[in-house]
């Protein structure tokens, strides 16, 4: 696992897609049922970008959620808090 965190009485356990498998059979060893196993894909660098490029890129992420045939939506924009607050 590369990153381990508590919080409000859970953990989430961070794993490169390869030791995914390996990380779940060694919680199962341990005798700990996960409560969820998902694979999610997290950027390995982020974009920070003004507001109207927020937005626009945002209002592509929503209508691509709301796409029947789309499963999962992923992006690498960085909202800092300045942009975050013009929102």
Do not use: M, W
């Amino acid at each position: 696992a590369e990153n381990i965190e508590r919080e409000e009485g859970y953990y989430t356990i961070t794993c490169p897609f390869e030791a995914f498998g390996a990380v779940s059979a060694a919680l199962t060893a341990l005798g700990l049922e996960p409560e969820g196993a998902e694979l999610e894909r997290i950027p390995g660098n982020t974009v920070a970008t003004d507001v109207e490029t927020a937005q626009r890129v945002l209002k592509l992420v929503d209508a691509l959620e709301e796409d029947d045939d789309v499963a999962a939506v992923y992006h690498n924009l960085e909202l800092t808090e300045e942009v975050a607050a013009q929102l």
